[in-house]
């Protein structure tokens, strides 16, 4: 991988060749579209794939936390699945229900 000084200076060179190409369609060719097309849309490119990246670390972190929160929330492989059913309140309509047939 390379590193973060080498990163940063392709991005100054080419961020530097860009301007140069706009510069050079604007002044000498004085073509604006063409400036556009060979300096800017690269550059939009780009920050659109960088988008993506970022939002598929996103969506890979959120799953890995979805995972473990499901792992902690099943209960260890020895003990019954249903344990915690005694420990729920009753529902009122039960009660009324046996209250009304004494």
């Known amino acids: ?9 392709a991005k100054a060179a080419l961020a530097v060749l860009s301007v140069a190409i706009v510069l050079y369609s604007l002044i000498i060719i004085q073509q604006v579209l063409l400036g556009i ?11 659109f794939l960088r988008l993506l990246w970022a939002l598929e670390r996103i969506a890979t972190a959120m799953e890995q ?8 929330a099943r209960p260890p492989v020895g003990e019954d699945s249903h344990t915690g059913e005694h420990q729920r309140p009753r529902s009122d309509a039960g009660e009324e229900a046996s209250s009304r047939s004494e």
Do not use: C, F, K, N
């Not at 097309?37 to 920050?47: F, Q, S």
């Open 37 to 47: 097309l060979v300096g800017v849309v690269p550059w939009i490119l780009y920050l």
């Open 65 to 72: 936390r979805a995972e473990v929160d499901r792992r902690q």
């Open 1 to 9: 991988m390379p590193s973060t000084q080498t990163r940063r200076a």
